[in-house]
């Protein structure tokens, strides 16, 4: 959830209980440390849905009713609630004051800094449908265009970017960042592309286009640009995959969130694992 998003929650809810998972054993459906806010009458946040969630929901409004300032729940998902993951949960469950809305707004505060950032070049029909997908997703989002009518209808919760020199905005992104290629003219496009690849904490960095494009831009980052083969092989184009031959924008928008979630996760995971690894790598829950 957004910082936003629990402002507003907490504003509109005289009472307010939060349900956090504290332990996990087995199968379950969300990780040790999922929150979840209950008023009365509305919900935000999950820990995972199903008869788990129910259960903790009703218990939170028992407590919201009592005025108990505290409890915790162990539930078993097996038949006996409906549920068969085959784990268990542990949950706490608070009422929320004024020091717990402090910790909370500076948790989710500092869960939005930790977000990892993806820079979205062009606002055509594809870049506004992949910025839509990507903004259901814990990502900080961000569309670049030359063009300031490209950038008129961008979903809500994106940044955008105008700039004449868009491939600066490559150079200075955060590292870790993903870089999504997708602009109205293929010579800008390499400039981005190249600018992204020189960028070794790159975590994905996607171009779309056809096989020849692709080729094309090989061509002229080897000869032309400084660029090396070890470094064109991190190139995702097209981007999304070739499974299916469907190219709609939304489609493509769709196919190509999942593959940046993918590279992200799979870079915040070996990064987790490196010898020595001292950064705080952005998360991506």
């Avoid at 259960?55 to 409004?61: Q, T």
């Avoid at 990502?139 to 004449?164: F, S, W």
């Avoid at 790159?202 to 080729?215: D, E, L, N, R, W």
């Amino acid at each position: 959830m957004s910082a936003a998003d629990l402002r507003a929650f907490l504003d509109a809810s005289p009472a307010v209980a939060v349900v956090e998972v504290v332990e996990t054993r087995g199968s379950t459906p969300r990780e040790k440390g999922a929150w979840m806010l209950v008023s009365a009458r509305a919900t935000l946040g999950t820990i995972g849905g199903g008869q788990l969630e129910f259960l903790a929901i009703d218990r939170a409004r028992e407590l919201i009713r009592q005025n108990v300032a505290t409890g915790a729940m162990d539930i078993p998902l097996g038949p006996e609630i409906g549920q068969c993951c085959g784990g268990r949960v542990e949950l706490a469950i608070s009422l929320v004051d004024g020091a717990r809305r402090a910790e909370l707004e500076a948790r989710t505060r500092a869960e939005e800094a930790a977000r990892p950032h993806v820079l979205v070049f062009g606002g055509g029909h594809v870049g506004h449908a992949l910025a839509a997908a990507l903004s259901l997703l814990p990502l900080a989002v961000t569309v670049i265009e030359t063009r300031a009518e490209a950038l008129d209808g961008i979903v809500p919760g994106v940044a955008t970017r105008l700039t004449p020199v868009p491939e600066e905005a490559a150079r200075g992104a955060p590292p870790g960042s993903a870089f999504v290629v997708l602009t109205h003219d293929h010579a800008l496009d390499f400039l981005i592309v190249a600018e992204a690849l020189n960028r070794p904490d790159a975590a994905y960095v996607g171009m779309i286009g056809s096989k020849t494009k692709k080729a094309t831009f090989r061509s002229w980052y080897l000869r032309e640009a400084g660029g090396t083969e070890e470094r064109f092989a991190r190139l995702v184009s097209p981007i999304g995959g070739a499974e299916l031959d469907d190219k709609r924008p939304a489609v493509i928008a769709a196919l190509a969130a999942a593959e940046i979630m993918r590279a992200l996760g799979a870079r915040q995971v070996a990064r987790a694992h490196a010898p020595g690894a001292d950064a705080v790598e952005p998360s991506v829950r």
